[in-house]
Structure formats: C-alpha cells, structure tokens
C-alpha cells in the first residue's frame, strides 16, 4: 500500500526511539500539514480571484486585465508626433506637476524608434506602475498623415477596474504635449478594448 509523505514523519506505535527523535518527527509533520495548508489556501484565493475578474469582464464587457488602446490620427508626420511626446514625458518626469492633485507627473522615457516609443507612468498616491506603448504607422490617407495605436497596461497583474486610469496616462500626455489640439486630430476607442473609458475623469486621474 502507498502512502503519502506526509505521514512518513509519523512515527508507528511500535517504534523505538528517544523523546527528542519522537519531538522531531512530530514537529516535521506539522511542518508539512502547515505547508499544505498554505498551499491549498493559495490555490482557492487564486481561484476566487480569477472567478472575480471573469465575472466582471461578462458584467462590464471591458478587458480583463486593466488597460486601454486608443487609435490616434494626425495631419503632422510620425517623427513630430513621436518627438512631441517624448519631450512631454521628459517634462512630466518628476512629482512636482502633481502637487495640486491630478497624475500629470512621473512619466519615464524608457525607449523610442521610429516606429516606437515606450515609456512608463507612476500613479503618485499609490505607486502603481503602468506600461505605455505608442506605434507609429504612417498614413496614405489624407488629411491623416500618421496613425499612432497608444495602448497603457497596469503592471499590477490582479488589477481589473483602474477609474479610467490607462486611458488617462495616454490622453494627458496627448493633451500636455498639445497634440489634441492640432487639426484634424482624430481618436477612436471604446469600453471594450479601454477599461471604464466612459467614466473618465482626466482631471483627476
């Protein structure tokens, strides 16, 4: 008959041995109910965990895991809009933007091409982190001349709901960098592909 490893640290009835061998055994088997225990207890917390969020993706219909994807159309040429953004995240690059409230601040530059730009946001109450990636394709169809997908990801892999977080870290620093404002801009998204985006409030996050 087979039998579980757990109980090989029991000792049988019959068995001869000192009181410190027997308290060993004994604290080794405790040991190992302790640390299945834990496990069980962390397998059903993921599992409840996971049970939430998909629930909330058939409620709300948006992703499952925080984030937004915005489509963006300019009549200014893919290097302006690239390099615009990039001196706006070097000018949001410290705390100080956000002593008044808001989180127009902690953006850090992490790598451009010129297809590409990458860079992070830092939420400044809470710390979070989030992953921000512009990709730039030039456009054949007037008057858009570059179509930029701008997409911000929560780092915090259990994060579900963000109060429109994602699609602020994008759209403020669209708005920072004055790109909103030029002709002809153009911006397609929605609740499906960006997390709670019609309850956004830039002014606060």
């Known amino acids: 008959m087979l039998r579980s490893r757990s109980y090989e640290a029991i000792p049988d009835k019959d068995e001869v041995g000192s009181p410190e061998i027997t308290e060993r055994r004994r604290r080794k088997f405790h040991r190992l109910c302790t640390c299945k225990c834990c496990m069980a207890a962390t397998g059903t917390s993921l599992v409840v965990v996971f049970a939430v969020v998909f629930s909330l ?15 963006w159309g300019f009549s200014q040429n893919c290097s302006s809009v690239n390099a615009s953004l990039i001196k706006q995240i070097s000018k949001w690059n410290t705390s100080d933007n956000c002593k008044n409230g808001g989180e127009k601040c902690l953006y850090k530059f992490v790598s ?8 992070t946001h830092t939420t400044p109450v809470h710390m979070y ?16 001349k570059c179509r930029v997908k701008a997409h911000s990801t929560s780092e915090t892999w259990y994060a579900h709901l963000d109060f429109s977080t994602n699609y602020c870290n994008l759209r403020n620093l669209a708005e920072g960098a004055g790109l909103t404002e030029l002709p002809n801009f153009t911006e397609l998204t929605s609740d499906k592909i960006c997390t709670q985006y019609s309850s956004r409030n830039c002014t606060k996050y």
Not at 57 to 71: E, K, M, Q, R
Not at 129 to 144: E, I
């Open 112 to 119: 451009a091409s010129k297809t590409e730009l990458t860079a």
């Open 57 to 71: 993706y058939l409620v709300n219909g948006g992703p499952l895991h925080a984030s937004c994807t915005i489509d």
């Open 129 to 144: 982190v989030d992953d921000l990636t512009f990709t730039f394709t030039d456009s054949q169809t007037p008057p858009t």
